[in-house]
Every structure is written in C-alpha cells, then in structure tokens.
C-alpha cells in the first residue's frame, strides 16, 4: 500500500531563511510525488511534482523539491522565505505499481508559519 | 482557464437533514475526484470517475453518501441523512485523464457543518 509521512506538524521560519518541509513515502513500485499548498479556506493549489528524471524539481512561487531514492524522501524546500508562503502543505504520493488506479494518498500536512 | 468551480462554499444543516455539494471541473478534464478532509488532516478519496462512469467508489459510504456526474462533465454528491460526524470539507478536483501522471486541481471546497 501506499503512503506517505510529513512528520512535522509545524514549521517556524524566520522571513528571508531558506525553508524546508519534509515528506518520506513508501510504495511498492516507483513513486510519483507532489506537493501542495492549502491557504485558509481555500483549496489545494499544485506546486510541483516528480515523475521522473532531474532529482531536483523546481515548481511555482520559487519552491523546488529534491526527490531521494535512497531515503525515500521528497522534501519541499525554498532559498529564501516569504511572509505570504504561511500555509498549509500536503505531501501526496502515487505508486506506480498500481497503475489503474489513480488514487492520490496525502500525508497530514505541514503547517509553515513564516516570521517577519 | 477557469478552475475547478463548486458551490456552496458554506453550508450549515441541522443533523438527519439532506445535503448536496455541486462540482464542474475544468473544461476538457474527463476524470474527476470527490475528497473528504477532516480539519487537520490531508484529503481522502471519496470517488473517482472517468467520465460518467464511477471507477473507485470503494470509499463512499453508500449507506448515506450518493453521487454523480450526468454527461460526464458536472458531478454532484449527496448525504441524505447527514450525521455530525460528516461535518468536514468536500473537495473536488479533475484532472484530464490523460496519463497516470496527471496532476489534480482542486477547488476551492464546501465546508459542512452538522449541528
């Protein structure tokens, strides 16, 4: 089965540090991994994701992604943060193995509060 | 491009009362989701559908929970009765179908509340 772990509930960030959300998965065959962006009672809005190819994924607002075979892992990152980047983010994981079923499986989400 | 477009965003009902959630997805996206997220957690899959046809409804609820999608474009889901335990967010989201790939977007949610 598949699934995926955010194992922080919170992230601080003080404005202008590099920032870094994580996100481990497991699956049976290879992954397909994308990040989310949930702002208050709004829906999720895509950032990136990785299919295949390039380690590192760069996607919207400045965030990249570095996806890691070895530690199953595909943290979110930023260089620099920004105020306006206080959200809610949702790793989610698709397992190629189950090709048919397009079921998205979401961690529990990461609350980043960036401060000025 | 329009996104994915649902209403109402709010909806307030006592319990035992019907509900009714409406989605259209972006125009040409022939898969569509309905998800459920519970405060503080990540979106689960509710149903799936390709086009008219339900492909994964093995997390619906049937004993209260309905759906569909006429034509194959604008879907619906339906809690008749509601419970409290349903209050939460219904999210639905699309995507062209096109490839195992394919990213979903979603809108902007309806948040029920039971009382």
């Known amino acids: 089965a598949q699934s995926v772990a955010q194992p922080e509930d919170q992230v601080n960030v003080a404005e202008g540090n590099p920032l870094t959300v994580k996100c481990t998965y497991s699956v049976s065959g290879n992954p397909y991994l994308f990040w989310y962006v949930q702002y208050p009672n709004r829906g999720l809005q895509f950032l990136l994701k990785y299919i295949t190819g390039d380690n590192l994924v760069k996607g919207s607002y400045g965030f990249e992604a570095e996806f890691n075979k070895s530690q199953t892992s595909f943290h979110l990152k930023k260089p620099s943060a920004l105020v306006s980047d206080s959200a809610l983010y949702f790793c989610a994981v698709r397992d190629e193995a189950n090709f048919g079923n397009e079921k998205l499986t979401f961690g529990t989400g990461t609350r980043l509060t960036i401060i000025p | 491009e329009a996104g994915v477009v649902q209403s109402p965003r709010y909806k307030i009902i006592e319990k035992k009362q019907p509900v009714a959630f409406w989605c259209n997805p972006i125009?040409?996206?022939?898969?569509l989701y309905w998800y459920l997220q519970n405060l503080g957690q990540g979106p689960e899959l509710l149903i799936r559908?390709?086009?008219?046809?339900?492909?994964?409804d093995s997390q619906l609820p049937k004993d209260r929970f309905s759906a569909e999608r006429l034509k194959g474009v604008d879907s619906t889901l339906k809690i008749q009765p509601a419970e409290l335990g349903d209050s939460a967010v219904y999210l639905c989201a699309s995507s062209s179908g096109q490839t195992f790939t394919d990213t979903q977007y979603f809108g902007p949610g309806t948040r029920l509340t039971v009382l």
């Open positions: 559908y390709e086009n008219e046809e339900a492909v994964d």
């Open positions: 125009s040409g996206h022939n898969t």
